[in-house]
């Protein structure tokens, strides 16, 4: 993970779903860009909690017990905060 993903999540600042690290329990605080309306038909919503189980080409996520795929560049449209 990259030190600004560390030290954000760390701080409790909000990141990109793609800066949070694998394992992290989160809470999305927004959905922006051209893909948010499918996004939000999966379930990504305001005040949603995930846990982010894999990186790499797609991430993978759990989420109200289901787990999903979605590329890096739809995560990079989900603005997250660590969950606490």
Known sequence: ?????????ES???MTLNEAGVGCDLRIEGVSGPGCERLREMGF???S?????AGGRNLICSMCGTR???SRELAEQVLVRAAG
Do not use: Y
Not at 1 to 9: D, E, F, Q, V, W
């Open 1 to 9: 993970m990259k030190l600004a993903a560390l030290n954000a999540a």
């Open 12 to 14: 409790g600042q909000a």
């Open 45 to 47: 919503c305001e005040q």
């Open 49 to 53: 909690h995930l846990r982010k189980l």
């Open 68 to 70: 999903l795929a979605i």
